[in-house]
């Protein structure tokens, strides 16, 4: 079987060419750009990437083509293929229909937390002595790569709520039949699909109505968007999680002043939690991991005990080292939200030293400014921010924050290196916060200050 993924590069399509690979089929690709890890991935497997979407590539002939959402109407080897009646899918479906239908599937959904929360999943089942399956946006550090078959039962995947393709504008997860559905939290992203945050909720409630009911829902029971999702309907069990104590609540978490996660079960305390993830953002993936995993029939205090175990993900607050002096972290935040809870967690952490960021809004999301007066909300834990503006975003950067003391507005990268040297200071703490490639900014903290 040859299958040929249009759009390999991206991170659910590189990591659904892993498993494709992994599952025996020969697998080549194209994509425009491609970026580590998931171009290491493909590398290191001998997967060919066509660097366009040329149509001479259609002469490979493969037996079926796995269009990604990055592929239109109009492109012309799309339409050379549906001129040709050649066979395709959308990966979502390759994905259902070759794996997940074999397997006992975890489904890790919500605007936030689907990473982190997802690797910590596979992690604790791998520290088990298990070998889960998973495809997960991100590589937890410790493991070599994004997804995997795995030879166990389970698998873990990351259910996205952007379109599926083209030809299908449904979520990714409508696609994913789950024995566990974990709902982290809901809240208005993807502008350039979604024009509130109420068409969000609607395609959680078709994946809803797709489940069978001995799916067990796992669900933030804070998370005010979930209750709106589930006043529409809902015909599978739900054990909530959160930090406010109801009678509904299974799972509650309290976030304590040495950094401790205090899970309590049914109202009965259990250990505390001693995590080497920081902030009560992490708290709630923590506890959303043990919760989705104790409907598995795994005892709750071994899970507990394993999640202790776990670093983190890469690009997730990943700490990178220290460079010409200063405390270097990574982190994929793009959202305000997002944004908002890695400062505060930041803050918390490293209440003692001086706390900077450098914020790119990359996202179709941020790039539309949407959002903008939410971010505006998001700084308040960092000494200093830094926004680069290059000039493609569709709303006026510099004046949307004009008199705010604590952000500057950087045009460039040589703009950036002047101004971050200017104020950074020996043990001070710097947090790239980009959903893209992060080379450039860390080269200037690698370089040091320039005379």
């Not at 001479?56 to 990604?68: E, M, S, T």
């Not at 997960?136 to 070599?144: A, L, M, Q």
């Not at 997804?147 to 709520?161: K, L, M, Q, R």
């Not at 930090?243 to 205090?262: A, E, P, R």
Request: proline residues 3%; glycine residues 8%.
């Amino acid at each position: 079987m040859h299958i040929h993924i249009l759009g390999i590069s991206g991170t659910f399509m590189g990591s659904l060419a892993v498993l494709a690979k992994d599952s025996g089929a020969t697998v080549t690709g194209s994509d425009l750009k491609s970026y580590p890890p998931i171009s290491d991935q493909l590398e290191d497997l001998n997967i060919k990437v066509i660097p366009n979407y040329d149509i001479d590539q259609l002469q490979l002939k493969p037996d079926l083509f796995v269009i990604g959402n990055v592929m239109s109407r109009g492109m012309p080897i799309i339409e050379q293929i549906l001129a040709q009646n050649l066979p395709y899918t959308s990966g979502p479906r390759w994905l259902k229909d070759n794996i997940l239908d074999q397997k006992q599937v975890i489904a890790v959904s919500g605007t936030h937390g689907k990473t982190t929360t997802a690797s910590l999943i596979a992690f604790i089942l791998k520290d088990l002595g298990m070998d889960p399956g998973y495809l997960i946006g991100g590589i937890p550090i410790g493991f070599d790569r994004s997804s995997n078959i795995g030879t166990g039962p389970i698998f873990i995947v990351e259910a996205d709520e952007y379109d599926t393709a083209f030809f299908d504008k449904r979520s990714k997860f409508i696609h994913y039949k789950s024995d566990v559905l974990l709902i982290n939290n809901i809240e208005f992203d993807h502008v350039d699909i979604f024009n509130d945050v109420d068409q969000i909720i609607w395609q959680f409630h078709q994946l809803l109505r797709t489940l069978s009911p001995r799916t067990r829902i796992v669900a933030n029971g804070d998370d005010l968007n979930i209750q709106k999702l589930f006043a529409l309907g809902v015909w599978s069990e739900i054990d909530y999680f959160g930090s406010s104590f109801s009678d509904s609540q299974k799972w509650t978490c309290v976030l304590d002043d040495h950094g401790q996660y205090n899970l309590s079960l049914k109202g009965k305390k259990l250990e505390p939690i001693h995590s080497k993830l920081f902030g009560h953002h992490n708290m709630l993936n923590v506890t959303a991991a043990i919760a989705s995993l104790s409907n598995l029939g795994l005892n709750p205090r071994e899970l507990m005990a394993s999640a202790q175990n776990f670093i983190g993900v890469k690009r997730r607050l990943e700490y990178l080292g220290k460079f010409s002096n200063i405390h270097l972290f990574d982190d994929f935040a793009h959202h305000p939200t997002a944004i908002k809870a890695s400062m505060a967690a930041m803050k918390s952490k490293f209440h003692s030293s001086r706390l900077y960021a450098v914020v790119e809004l990359a996202s179709n999301t941020m790039r539309k400014g949407s959002l903008k007066s939410d971010l505006k909300e998001s700084f308040h834990d960092a000494d200093f921010v830094w926004i680069l503006d290059f000039g493609d975003a569709e709303w006026d950067i510099q004046k949307e924050f004009l008199g705010i003391e604590n952000v500057g507005i950087a045009k460039n990268m040589d703009d950036l290196s002047d101004q971050l040297w200017s104020k950074l200071k020996v043990d001070d703490s710097l947090v790239i916060m980009t959903n893209k490639d992060s080379v450039g900014i860390r080269n200037i903290l690698i370089k040091g200050p320039q005379s």
